[in-house]
């Protein structure tokens, strides 16, 4: 079983910044070859991509929503991929929620919520005007 384990949410000015973190276990899961990434869902709405890093050399994708604000990274000798995010705005409030994929990712496309097999239970961003 696959656990995945979202933090550094919170309340944070228009401008500010804040970083999450994911943290992934599992016996039957190695993270160092997983495509992971990052969703949100504001209320109201459906759930979309943000941010995804391949296992291989890091390739990173970006909804163009948060590009040039949010930075994905993953650190695999701690099972961890972190989201920063700078500049935020009132409308970046959302849950964001880790997810890894169930196979590899070679497109930006293929991000799908469908295509992500294992979910975090999210943590809360609010973005104050």
């Known amino acids: 079983q696959v656990q995945l384990v979202e933090s550094g949410g919170g309340l944070v000015q228009a401008g500010g910044s804040l970083r999450l973190s994911c943290a992934a276990s599992g016996r039957t899961f190695t993270f160092s070859s997983a495509a992971m990434g990052w969703f949100r869902q504001a209320p109201g709405k459906e759930r979309e991509f943000v941010a995804g890093?391949?296992?291989?050399?890091?390739?990173?994708n970006y909804a163009d929503s948060v590009k040039g604000r949010f930075t994905i990274a993953r650190v695999n000798a701690k099972n961890t991929v972190y989201l920063q995010m700078n500049s935020l705005k009132p409308e970046d409030t959302a849950v964001y929620y880790c997810?890894?994929?169930?196979?590899?990712?070679?497109?930006?496309?293929?991000?799908?919520?469908?295509?992500?097999?294992?979910w975090g239970k999210g943590t809360l961003v609010t973005v104050s005007s």
């Open positions: 890093i391949r296992w291989s050399a890091g390739v990173t």
């Open positions: 997810a890894a994929a169930r196979g590899p990712i070679t497109r930006s496309s293929e991000y799908a919520t469908d295509n992500m097999g294992y």
